[in-house]
């Protein structure tokens, strides 16, 4: 009796809370019947046991998927088609996969639904298109499909472009074909993460023309790349050629 009492208490949990690995609760006597230590033997696998017992992994991802289900369908939404898909691949691991995609979707359910009917946000100049600056039709049909927002490590850069760490800061630096420093950018990032984010932009930034322009005096000019007045990056060689209308570095 007091297993069921504790089962229900602990239910709210199946529904939303993502730590957990069961729907079905159970707790042993050990703390709760006086004078019984004689009686129990392997006392630090007693939970354990007692857990797959109650409820196998099988029944677990099944149940687990019905709560979620249940959710869902309070807010008029599905996972249907992908789920179905999910599973007919990979039975075990994609109820598992389901069960993170559909906790991440309810979490963050009440942004997909206001920016439903939100686009990609052309009044940020220095957005672009960009991880932080998504359509909110985008947002949700990822949330749907189970597809996850991509991080930094997905981006991959020209060996040209190096990261290097120093005194805990992340710098990059445009290599030429000698591998030599060509051009630097002058901010310097928290983390690898960071420095490769802010470089997608800053390339979608040097795609334009206009960014570029070239400062000082004779015999010791500076190739810059700016946006709105601040200079973001400088070429590391000094020393310009100019012929034919052609600029480069000698």
Known sequence: MYGIFFSISLEKDAFGNPSISQTYFSQ???NLVPDTADLWKDLAGLEDM??????????????????LNH?????????????????RLSPEKGKERLIEDKLHFLNNYPQISAERGQGFDYAIPKEFYHIDNLSGLENRVAGLYGIRQKE??????????????????????ILDAGDQPLFEILEAFSSLDNAKLSLEKILLIA???????????????????????????????KRFFIRRGRTGFS
């Open 28 to 30: 042993n006597l050990e």
């Open 71 to 87: 959710l869902l369908g309070r807010f008029a939404e599905q996972l249907t088609d992908y789920g179905m898909l999910t599973v």
């Open 207 to 237: 795609a334009d023309p206009s960014n570029w322009g070239i400062a000082g005096t004779p015999g010791d000019l500076v190739l810059e790349l700016f946006l709105d007045d601040e200079i973001l990056g400088e070429s590391v060689k």
């Open 152 to 173: 930094s490590d997905w981006l991959i850069f020209s060996s040209r472009f190096e990261f290097s760490e120093t005194g805990g800061a992340w710098i990059i630096l």
């Open 50 to 67: 007692l857990n797959s017992l109650s409820e196998p992994k099988e029944k677990y991802l099944e149940r687990r998927n019905k709560f």
